[in-house]
């Protein structure tokens, strides 16, 4: 098969695409390397899945239709994994317009050129964030009181309810996977573990929002990955897939996993909360592992070792 990643030289995007060319599929990569963080981190990450076999690359704007449309035209891709975005909670609520117009023109801008194109296998990268200040925890997927409390979640929610509606008109088979808190090496550098890792490491203070207590859930980039190529393996008209860890970590013992691995104390900065996070996230993910084959396999603390130690290695670049 022939599967287009956007985003693909992106953190999650740049696995992605590696895991792929290792299966035997064709990969074709839309991303626009913006400078969200340093683009030359993105040029690695290419690099990197090139070593593993050719692509296909446009460096372009997913908003820019026509140029997408004409680039897939050439060798149009069996499935598309849309993970091209503006990520990020706190940032959202700086440039609203900017997410809006990548996460979400962005996203209808893609499902047209399927609908155009015929491509009718649509992975789209949902987010935990849009459960909001939920009480019904874990998360499960068929919560119906998902209230965004940012810009970014707004923009997700928004995305997957474009995904439904193209499933719905033109027969696109889709899969929305609500992404838990994903970390493993090359991280985004503005992610709490990537940056606590550099400043910890560098003997410097650590901003830390709120009292510690808030839990996130997790995940392995690597399970992360096995759950989107589940994704596209399952067969269904439309549905959707919390992919995370199912175990929160709190953010107190998320600094002491990464103290450990690191082998230095932190220096602490209490700050408030912040407007837009969430207290928790925590997700039920028996639907996943029923139906996508989804089996987490990496407790957080392995995950952390594995991330210092790639770390390590990075530091330099
Ligand atoms: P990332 O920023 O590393 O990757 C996103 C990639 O998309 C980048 O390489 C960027 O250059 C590209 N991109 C952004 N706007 C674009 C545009 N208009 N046109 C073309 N390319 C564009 O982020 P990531 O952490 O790998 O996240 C991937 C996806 O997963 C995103 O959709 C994000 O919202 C979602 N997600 C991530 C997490 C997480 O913890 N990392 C959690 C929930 C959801």
Same mark, same amino acid.
């Given at each position: 098969?022939?599967?287009?990643?956007?985003?693909?030289?992106?953190?999650?995007? @740049?696995?992605?695409?590696?895991?792929?060319?290792?299966?035997?599929?064709?990969?074709?990569?839309?991303?626009?390397? %913006?400078?969200?963080?340093?683009?030359?981190?993105?040029?690695?990450?290419?690099? &990197?899945? *090139?070593?593993?076999?050719?692509?296909?690359?446009? =460096?372009?704007?997913?908003?820019?239709?026509?140029?997408?449309?004409? !680039?897939?035209?050439? %060798? /149009?891709?069996?499935?598309?994994?849309?993970?091209?975005?503006?990520?990020?909670?706190? /940032?959202?609520?700086?440039? /609203?317009?900017? #997410? =809006?117009?990548?996460?979400?023109?962005?996203?209808?801008?893609?499902?047209?050129?399927?609908?155009?194109?015929?491509?009718?296998? !649509?992975? !789209?990268?949902?987010?935990?964030?849009?459960?909001?200040?939920?009480? %019904?925890?874990?998360?499960?997927?068929?919560?119906?009181?998902?209230?965004?409390?940012?810009?970014?979640?707004?923009?997700?929610?928004?995305?997957?309810?474009?995904?439904?509606?193209? @499933?719905?008109? #033109?027969?696109?088979?889709?899969?929305?996977?609500?992404?838990?808190?994903?970390? &493993?090496?090359?991280?985004?550098?503005?992610?709490?573990?990537?940056?606590?890792?550099?400043?910890?490491?560098? &003997?410097? /203070?650590?901003?830390?929002?709120?009292? +510690?207590? @808030?839990? *996130?859930? #997790?995940? !392995? $980039?690597?399970?992360?990955?096995? +759950?989107?190529?589940?994704?596209?393996?399952?067969?269904?008209?439309?549905?959707?897939? %919390?992919?995370?860890?199912?175990?929160? $970590?709190?953010?107190?013992?998320?600094?002491?996993?990464?103290?450990?691995?690191?082998?230095?104390?932190?220096?602490?900065?209490?700050?408030?909360?912040?407007?837009?996070?969430?207290?928790?996230?925590?997700?039920?993910? @028996?639907?996943?592992? =029923?139906?996508?084959?989804?089996?987490?396999?990496?407790?957080?603390?392995?995950?952390?070792?594995?991330?210092?130690?790639?770390?390590?290695?990075?530091?330099?670049?």
């Amino acid at each position: 098969m022939r599967i287009l990643v956007t985003g693909g030289a992106g953190f999650i995007g @740049s696995h992605l695409c590696e895991a792929l060319l290792r299966q035997g599929h064709a990969v074709s990569i839309i991303d626009e390397l %913006n400078d969200f963080y340093s683009p030359a981190l993105k040029r690695l990450n290419l690099e &990197g899945i *090139r070593k593993l076999g050719a692509v296909e690359f446009l =460096e372009g704007d997913i908003c820019d239709g026509e140029r997408a449309y004409e !680039f897939l035209k050439r %060798n /149009p891709p069996d499935a598309v994994v849309h993970l091209a975005a503006r990520a990020g909670v706190r /940032p959202s609520l700086q440039q /609203p317009f900017l #997410y =809006e117009r990548t996460n979400v023109l962005g996203t209808l801008t893609l499902l047209e050129n399927c609908r155009r194109l015929g491509i009718t296998k !649509f992975v !789209f990268a949902s987010s935990s964030s849009i459960y909001g200040v939920s009480n %019904n925890v874990p998360f499960r997927e068929d919560d119906p009181n998902c209230l965004p409390i940012s810009i970014y979640a707004a923009t997700k929610l928004a995305g997957e309810k474009l995904c439904y509606t193209y @499933s719905h008109l #033109y027969a696109i088979r889709t899969v929305c996977l609500r992404f838990f808190t994903v970390f &493993g090496p090359r991280q985004r550098p503005d992610l709490a573990i990537r940056k606590f890792t550099e400043m910890i490491d560098a &003997g410097k /203070p650590i901003p830390v929002f709120g009292d +510690g207590s @808030s839990g *996130r859930d #997790y995940t !392995f $980039v690597a399970d992360t990955v096995q +759950g989107i190529l589940g994704a596209l393996r399952y067969e269904c008209g439309f549905d959707i897939f %919390n992919l995370g860890n199912s175990a929160p $970590v709190k953010l107190t013992e998320m600094i002491a996993a990464i103290e450990k691995a690191v082998g230095r104390k932190a220096v602490i900065d209490w700050q408030p909360d912040q407007p837009g996070d969430v207290p928790i996230t925590f997700a039920d993910i @028996s639907k996943a592992r =029923e139906k996508l084959g989804y089996a987490p396999g990496t407790p957080f603390e392995a995950g952390i070792v594995k991330f210092v130690e790639w770390f390590r290695t990075a530091r330099s670049i």
